[in-house]
């Protein structure tokens, strides 16, 4: 797992300096490495432009699931009954014997 994640690490970094140079260049780096002008496309650099593309669904998939996974490790966390606020106005402290 760890290989696929810089996989698609490495493939959304680069898509995102090519739209970077896009951006302020007008310069299409995957075009210019197969020796096409910019806006133009063939067959690999379509293969180049939807594994970036994977990489940055799968990105977006993996962030996710990370914080899900926290998430749930926070709240699966055990505190005895004796330890836990009865009350909502024990949780935020302005409880009825609460100072204001």
Do not use: C
């Not at 970094?13 to 075009?31: C, Q, T």
């Not at 962030?63 to 330890?83: E, I, K, N, S, Y």
């Amino acid at each position: 797992m760890k290989i696929v994640n810089a996989v698609a690490a490495t493939l959304v970094i680069i898509g995102a300096l090519n739209w970077g140079l896009v951006a302020l260049g007008e310069f299409d780096l995957v075009a210019e490495l197969f020796g096409l002008d910019f806006g133009e496309t063939n067959a690999a650099t379509r293969v180049i432009y939807g594994l970036v593309g994977l990489a940055g669904v799968y990105s977006i998939w993996a962030l996710v699931a990370t914080r899900a996974r926290v998430l749930v490790d926070r709240v699966g966390q055990h505190r005895p009954l004796a330890d836990r606020p009865s009350s909502p106005g024990e949780r935020t402290g302005l409880g009825a014997g609460a100072s204001q």
